[in-house]
């Protein structure tokens, strides 16, 4: 299929939309991508009754989620189009695999380049992708070990990124299986509360409602906003001091926690700063530390 097909599959699905019964929402009954979920991973509003989509924005749409122009996926090579066709996949309907998946199986990819200082060709990233989407889907730190040794790389540490990552699907089950419960916290067993995310406090923080029906990108778009990035974009393209501090913010929001103590320490923070800093300009990294000196204080 050519990406010119991939394109009117989008507006077909669009073309499904509809007010749902109290006509204040609009739905779609797509047959081909969730266009719900690329609208919303993209920030597109499309509450406006006069909000157009034609072919032209569905090519420009798929350029966006490729991360190319569209002139390049269409003239590129064999391999590079059936990566850029894997990218897509996955925000089929009933797709095997999800966007996260092939963020994190981009990461496996470019860590392999820069651990073994090479660049692979189309051809070699292209089997990776399928490695990673379909055999290895569920890589995880502790079976690293376990792949093949044939260029695929060791992960020392985990990135904020993948923390947060891993974290959204971890709040998800939690968000999931509060609702179940009627957000009565009492009626569920958390052996280690910590563990798990106080989610009245991060729907509260995030302006969310118990009712929505959240997918796994909503969940990290939630996560970003309760850290204070604008959404899971900004994240995603701070420093990773920046990431760090964000880090150190969700950890508040546990059960057991409270998140107000961000507050205290962003007034401590800023105080700190400037008084270890006066005029001189601090970096991000100066920042994080503040913060976790800040934090320990707070916490213990």
């Known amino acids: 299929m050519t990406f010119e097909h991939y394109a009117q599959n989008l507006l077909e699905d669009f073309n499904t939309r509809n007010l749902d019964e109290n006509g204040d929402i609009y739905t779609y009954t797509p047959k081909y991508f969730d266009i719900s979920e690329i609208f919303l991973s993209y920030e597109i509003y499309d509450d406006d009754k006069d909000f157009q989509f034609n072919i032209e924005d569905a090519r420009n749409l798929i350029s966006i989620i490729l991360e190319d122009s569209w002139n390049n996926i269409i003239n590129a090579n064999k391999y590079k189009k059936e990566i850029y066709e894997l990218k897509l996949g996955s925000y089929k309907i009933n797709s095997q695999y999800d966007i996260n998946d092939f963020d994190t199986a981009t990461f496996w990819i470019e860590s392999t380049e820069r651990d073994n200082d090479i660049i692979l060709d189309d051809e070699e990233k292209l089997k990776l992708y399928k490695y990673y989407l379909f055999e290895n889907k569920n890589i995880s730190n502790e079976d690293i070990n376990d792949l093949p040794p044939d260029g695929i790389p060791q992960k020392s540490n985990q990135t904020t990124v993948d923390y947060f990552k891993q974290q959204a699907k971890f709040f998800l089950k939690d968000y999931n299986l509060m609702k179940e419960n009627g957000f009565d916290q009492s009626k569920i067993d958390f052996t280690e509360p910590q563990e798990h995310f106080d989610i009245i406090n ?14 796994l990108m909503n969940a990290q778009y939630i996560l970003a906003k309760i850290c204070d ?8 393209h701070a420093s990773k001091a920046k990431q760090e501090i964000g880090a150190l913010k969700l950890n508040c929001y546990r059960i057991g926690m409270d998140p107000d103590i961000i507050e205290s320490a962003k007034m401590l923070v800023a105080h700190e700063l400037f008084a270890d800093f006066v005029d001189d300009d601090y ?18």
């Not at 990035?229 to 995603?236: I, Y």
């Not at 970096?283 to 213990?300: G, K």
């Open 202 to 215: 991060v729907l509260t923080k995030a302006n969310k409602s118990r009712d929505d029906n959240l997918t």
């Open 229 to 236: 990035f604008k959404n899971w974009d900004e994240f995603l």
């Open 283 to 300: 970096t991000d990294d100066d920042e994080l530390a503040m913060w976790e000196h800040v934090m320990r204080r707070l916490l213990f």
